[in-house]
Every structure is written in structure tokens, then in C-alpha cells.
């Protein structure tokens, strides 16, 4: 093939793959031959959604502390997604749980010590705990310290409660311990936990409707929490 028969493919290729723009047209320039700016967009490009995929190793997509007797959250969770990995922290716990859901019958700072020295860690932390516990200082404090330690950057911490948080004293425990808290809200009942949404039952069928609403919030690490995280070697326990 000589170089006038390679000019006229190329030429050839151009016209099929190009297109005019529209000011171009009826314009006195229609002869001129502007290629198509559609950039294809490349399956390592697509934007992914954290936390989306299977838990892999020693990592949980979400520990419940203070769980129940039953765990009805994680059981339903675990059941639904058998590619990822949960856990529950509570002692009096007494129920079957999928494969892939690991039980600490432990009180929670002990438990969560103990996850931390087994070297696990965890996307996502939910605890429904009463208003009495939180309003302790020193056992939140606690609380959060090991937190810290056992989610993964970009995580959730969904505290639940039987008060609206928004007008607790001790938020400015959370800034110390490197998290950053959303707005209190209602909580929808699909979204308590599953022993509350028993207990309620239980009062109803018993003649009694209990005026109770629960509150929820979000907690999440800050930047130089995550900072922190990354610069440092996370030991195995948590130093009071």
C-alpha cells in the first residue's frame, strides 16, 4: 500500500468517526471536519461506593455493641450478606449465628480490647445504649478511645439512644477523641435495635404503650483522627 491509498483511509476512517458540531452548519464551513469529543469512560474510572464490596481478613463491615440477647440486627444483616463479615458484643447473648458473624460475650471495653489485640477492625460500630451509660464521662471516653482504633477511616459510629442527643452535655467528648458528630434525629422503628423492638412489643401486647422515642447519631472520625491513624503503628491495646 502506497502513501496516497494510507491518506485516503485515514481520510476515509475521519469521516466515519467525526461528526460536525452544529455551529459549524449553514455556516460556509461544513467542509471542515471536527473530530467527536466522546471520551469513553474506563471500568477502572466507574466511581465505586466505599465499604461496597466482601470483608476480607480480619475485618468486620459492622460490630453491634451492645447487641441483645438475640442479635436480631446481625443475624438479619449476616444472613442477607454472607460475603461480609459482622460481630456482636454483648454478654448475655444466647443465640445461633451464620458463619460469618462473630460473637464477643464479653461487656463491651472488654470486648472491644479483645478484637483489638486479635487485630481485627471494623468498617461501621452501632450501639443502642441507655442515656444513664452515656451520660458517664469516663466510660464514654472509653468507649471512643477504642473506637477509634478499631474503624476504618470514612466509617460510621450509629449511636442510639432514649434521648435526643442534641442536648447532651458531654459532646465535646467526641471532639477530644478525634470524632465528629452529625444532628441528632428520630429514629424510625426499622431503625432500632432489635431487642428494643421486642421489649416494645411485649409492653403493647401486655395492654401498655410506652412513651418512648429513640434518637440516633452519627459519629465519624476526623481528619486528624484519620491523620493520626496513618502516621502511627495502632497497638494491640488501648491505654487508659
Avoid at 452535655?169 to 431503625?191: A, C, P, T, V, Y
Amino acid at each position: 500500500m502506497n502513501a496516497a491509498s494510507l491518506i485516503v483511509l485515514n481520510f476515509s476512517n475521519c469521516i466515519t468517526n467525526c461528526v460536525v458540531p452544529a455551529r459549524f452548519k449553514n455556516s460556509g464551513n461544513e467542509g471542515l471536519i471536527m473530530p467527536s469529543v466522546r471520551p469513553q469512560r474506563s471500568p477502572s474510572m466507574k466511581p465505586q461506593r466505599p465499604f461496597r464490596g466482601a470483608t476480607k481478613g480480619k475485618l468486620f463491615q459492622t460490630m453491634d455493641i451492645g447487641g441483645g440477647r438475640y442479635g436480631f440486627e446481625i443475624y438479619s444483616a449476616a444472613r442477607k450478606k454472607p460475603h461480609k463479615n459482622y460481630a456482636i458484643i454483648d454478654p448475655d447473648f444466647s443465640f445461633v449465628l451464620p458463619k460469618n458473624a462473630r460473637v464477643f460475650r464479653a461487656k463491651a471495653l472488654e470486648a472491644m480490647d479483645q478484637a483489638i489485640r486479635e487485630g481485627w477492625r471494623t468498617r461501621h460500630l452501632r450501639m443502642f445504649m441507655p442515656l444513664i451509660e452515656l451520660e458517664k464521662p469516663e466510660y464514654l471516653k472509653e468507649m471512643l478511645k477504642r473506637a477509634r482504633v478499631l474503624m476504618l477511616p470514612g466509617g460510621k459510629f450509629l449511636i442510639g439512644t432514649n434521648y435526643d442527643f442534641a442536648n447532651a452535655d458531654n459532646q465535646h467528648i467526641f471532639k477530644e477523641e478525634g470524632f465528629i458528630l452529625g444532628k441528632s434525629r428520630k429514629l424510625h422503628r426499622n431503625e432500632w435495635s432489635g431487642d428494643m423492638v421486642m421489649m416494645k412489643k411485649r409492653f403493647k401486647e401486655g395492654g401498655y404503650e410506652p412513651e418512648v422515642q429513640y434518637y440516633g447519631i452519627i459519629a465519624t472520625l476526623s481528619q486528624k483522627a484519620v491523620r493520626q491513624k496513618a502516621r502511627q503503628n495502632i497497638p494491640g491495646t488501648v491505654s487508659t
